[in-house]
């Protein structure tokens, strides 16, 4: 089993819509996990942190289960400008380096 | 936060040759991480510079291949050497541990031919 793994997409998804997408993580004393937005030929960047049960900004909503050892993100009313690629990310055994999942691409269709 | 400078931003290289990338950080920072980046594929550490220190690769990475120097807080070089079309990817440095905020280069997109 991977590290990180993450649903593949791409996911098409029309506008307006609301999509979500897991990701399943192997260490089950991992404390704090990530979501980030990769733009097309860009850097990622953070879009959430979760380190409880979920966390909620705007029409981004991250959720936790320690149990099944997955965190999902849930986007509502989904723009055109959502379309990206979101990476998953969790802190290795030491917490300083992170363990990346592959990646979902979102492409929202007007 | 944290604002890094990363350069070249994308290059095209004949093979057998070498590249190296320069990162720089507006900030002091302990660790600095270097990622490969192929085309649709998520990010894959290559090593962790440490300042003062050789750097920690990981596995299939070697020194010989990406020479990497950390010279004070704020900067670090990768060089990829002895370049082949399979080196050919995006390139980036990032800063930030695993309970923080992780902040990355611009990256640098490398052809090889």
């Known amino acids: 089993r991977k590290e990180v793994e993450q649903d593949p997409g791409p996911f098409n998804v029309p506008e307006g819509a609301t999509v979500a997408f897991n990701c399943t993580y192997s260490n089950s004393a991992s404390q704090s996990f990530f979501w980030y937005r990769q733009d097309c030929r860009k850097e990622p960047k953070l879009l959430m942190s979760?380190?409880?049960?979920?966390n909620e900004d705007g029409r981004f909503t991250a959720q936790l289960n320690r149990a099944s050892q997955y965190i999902s993100l849930l986007i509502r009313d989904s723009k055109l400008s959502d379309s990206a690629t979101y990476l998953c990310?969790?802190?290795?055994?030491?917490?300083?380096?992170?363990?990346w999942g592959a990646g979902t691409k979102l492409i929202i269709k007007p | 936060s944290a604002v890094i400078s990363q350069k070249p931003s994308r290059d095209i290289c004949q093979r057998g040759t070498s590249l190296t990338i320069q990162c720089q950080v507006d900030?002091?920072?302990?660790?600095m991480f270097w990622y490969r980046q192929q085309p649709g594929q998520s990010l894959t550490l290559i090593a962790t510079a440490n300042q003062g220190s050789e750097a920690t690769y990981e596995s299939g990475f070697v020194i010989d291949k990406f020479p990497i120097s950390r010279p004070n807080l704020t900067f670090s070089t990768l060089t990829v050497s002895n370049m082949s079309p399979e080196d050919s990817s995006i390139y980036l440095c990032?800063?930030?541990?695993?309970?923080?905020?992780?902040?990355f280069g611009q990256g640098t997109r490398l052809t090889v031919v």
């Open positions: 979760v380190y409880s049960s979920g």
């Open positions: 990032s800063v930030g541990s695993g309970n923080t905020e992780a902040f």
């Open positions: 900030s002091q920072v302990t660790m």
């Open positions: 990310a969790v802190p290795k055994d030491s917490n300083y380096q992170l363990i």
